[in-house]
């Protein structure tokens, strides 16, 4: 059954705690991203990855780390330099390059509760 | 980069009525155009997309214009249904290309039975 799943759905911190959000795709696609969403708000990039080994800053990367060590994983990273961490986070994947056909599919999101 | 501006930010309908969001975007190189539909603690899905290629394209009750020149499309909802209720984003992309994919700040609809 092919498709992207983060974990932990639910995930509560304490402050001054770093947590780590799971993002695993057996789609094959070469592109990950990261997105937040506040209540009412929209998606906003955090960080993207268009292949193995490289990952570029989205708009709001202050306070967020990644890695890439495999094409169908994408960790996010929430550090304590994070001033309001509470939120939605959604991930998603798309093909890139020649067989781009532009579509992105999302992870069921994982919502992160700040203590 | 890719600047993707949508209006209106929320939108009250009565069932059975017309919707219209409209999104602008900077970059005359995007050729790939999708919509999402978010409902309510769920993860966004596609529902409609064009290509830079086409000028409209409809699925049952949805349809996506694209005007290139003015560098804008709309996403057209008839006959609303309370289904329909739910936050749509719009995008601009360049398939093919390796690059972030941001999106419209969302549109909340609300169809009033």
């Known amino acids: 059954d092919g498709g992207i799943t983060q974990s932990p759905k639910y995930l509560f911190r304490k402050e001054g705690q770093n947590v780590t959000l799971s993002c695993e795709q057996n789609l094959n696609h070469d592109a990950m991203y990261w997105y937040r969403q506040d209540p009412g708000q929209g998606l906003r990039l955090i960080y993207y990855s268009q292949i193995v080994n490289d990952f570029q800053k989205g708009d709001i990367a202050e306070g967020y780390s990644v890695s890439r060590e495999k094409k169908e994983s994408f960790p996010l990273t929430v550090t304590s330099a994070q001033k309001n961490p509470t939120a939605f986070y959604l991930c998603a994947s798309g093909l890139q390059g020649k067989t781009n056909t532009g579509e992105l599919f999302f992870g069921e999101g994982s919502r992160l509760t700040v203590l | 980069g890719e600047n993707v501006e949508q209006h209106p930010s929320t939108l009250s309908v009565q069932e059975g009525d017309s919707a219209v969001i409209k999104c602008t975007y900077s970059d005359s190189a995007s050729n790939y155009f999708p919509w999402y539909k978010q409902e309510l603690g769920k993860r966004p899905q596609l529902i409609i997309d064009?290509?830079?290629?086409?000028g409209e394209k409809k699925d049952q009750r949805i349809a996506v214009t694209l005007n290139k020149t003015a560098k804008h499309f709309s996403l057209h909802i008839t006959e609303t249904q309370p289904e329909d209720s739910a936050v749509y984003f719009c995008?601009?992309?360049?398939?093919?290309?390796?690059?972030?994919?941001?999106f419209g700040t969302g549109t909340k609809l609300q169809v009033i039975p």
């Open positions: 995008a601009a992309i360049l398939s093919g290309g390796y690059q972030k994919v941001t």
């Open positions: 064009i290509r830079s290629n086409v």
